[in-house]
């Protein structure tokens, strides 16, 4: 295997799992929110999640909600939880190498997308999608690149909210050249390329801009300027110069690093204890799970993980908004 496509998987590919000292909410720090399992085969992989939902919850629709990398769905329980509050079911699972699921490693980016497909066609073939007269989906990051894109395969997708993503793979690629990630060279960049397309080569030629200019669905697209993690230069900003659909909705945020649904004070809090002790550990502290535990136990998770209330009032709005 060549160099560049062991320094990808070095940065990238790999199972991400709960280390067990950091504190991811569920459905029980929730009173009354209930949850019904949902599990589905993408490739040789079986994936497991949950529909959550509160009584009372609107029962023609239906939020799939795509996480990150680097977690599982558990890590945006505070979200999911949000919006459940607000009337909706939601679907949420880990991907394919994450959490609770299967799966030596992610195997490549567009795994995310080719995990979402799995899920709804899961949900035809079973008769679960029936039910729903209105689906959305949700995604931040890798899980906004799912959510942006899945409209081109799936036509009965009403809306789609992506939060600090990226509008293709390519795109993505291009930054590791030229962005945050600028120190991979063109060859070493045209490996990973090829690396991901040889794996889902349909899923690797979509973009969510051609869903955006077919109007496929509608869109609500967020990022803050200061991302740290996918460029705001090759997110929201690629989409708005390329976009010819003038009927997408932009919220665009200039403090929130990777995060524009967490408040201002969230995103400063996580970046400080996340920051500190990703420095310590690099410095040889917190060897052991024991110490990695001791070190969390003093963090406050319920203000890291404190949503924005403008932003949801935003999103919220533009789902309850009647698709015409």
Same mark, same amino acid.
């Given at each position: ?24 909410f569920c459905a029980d720090d929730f009173e009354g929110l209930k949850k019904d399992s949902f599990s ?12 959550y939902y509160y009584d009372g919850y609107r029962e023609d629709e239906l939020i799939i909600f795509c ?38 490693? #992610? ?11 799995? +899920? #709804? ?16 989906? =949700? ?6 690149y799912a959510a942006g894109n899945i409209a081109n395969f799936h036509n009965d997708i009403e809306k789609?909210?992506? #939060? ?23 060859? #070493? ?15 690797? +030629? ?5 869903? =955006?200019?077919?109007?496929? +669905?509608? !869109? ?13 230069? !090759? ?30 004070? +969230? ?58």
């Amino acid at each position: 295997m060549s160099v560049a496509i062991n320094l990808f998987k070095k940065l990238f590919i790999h199972r991400y799992d709960d280390g067990g000292y950091i504190k991811y909410f569920c459905a029980d720090d929730f009173e009354g929110l209930k949850k019904d399992s949902f599990s589905f085969m993408s490739g040789d992989n079986l994936l497991k999640g949950n529909f959550y939902y509160y009584d009372g919850y609107r029962e023609d629709e239906l939020i799939i909600f795509c996480h990150g990398i680097g977690g599982g769905h558990l890590s945006y329980m505070t979200e999911i939880e949000l919006l459940c509050k607000n009337g909706y079911k939601v679907l949420a699972y880990d991907n394919t190498g994450c959490f609770e699921s299967e799966g030596e490693s #992610i195997i490549c980016i567009t795994q995310a997308l080719a995990d979402l497909d799995n +899920a #709804i066609k899961t949900m035809k073939n079973d008769g679960t999608y029936k039910k729903f007269n209105h689906v959305y989906v =949700i995604g931040h990051s890798w899980g906004g690149y799912a959510a942006g894109n899945i409209a081109n395969f799936h036509n009965d997708i009403e809306k789609a909210v992506v #939060i600090s993503s990226f509008p293709s793979v390519s795109i993505l690629l291009e930054e590791l050249q030229g962005g945050v990630f600028g120190f991979l060279k063109k060859p #070493i960049v045209q490996k990973i390329a090829c690396y991901e397309k040889e794996h889902f080569p349909q899923f690797f +030629a979509s973009s969510s801009i051609d869903a =955006i200019n077919n109007k496929k +669905a509608k !869109y609500l697209i967020a990022h803050s300027k200061d991302d740290n993690m996918i460029a705001f230069k !090759y997110g929201l900003q690629y989409v708005k110069e390329h976009c010819k659909n003038e009927d997408v909705k932009y919220l665009i945020y200039q403090d929130r690093k990777h995060n524009p649904n967490y408040k201002a004070d +969230a995103v400063a809090y996580m970046n400080e204890v996340m920051g500190k002790f990703n420095i310590e550990v690099r410095l040889g502290k917190y060897k052991t799970l024991e110490a990695k535990k001791a070190y969390f136990e003093k963090a406050d998770f319920i203000r890291m993980t404190r949503q924005d209330e403008d932003f949801w009032s935003q999103v919220l709005e533009f789902l309850n908004k009647m698709t015409e």
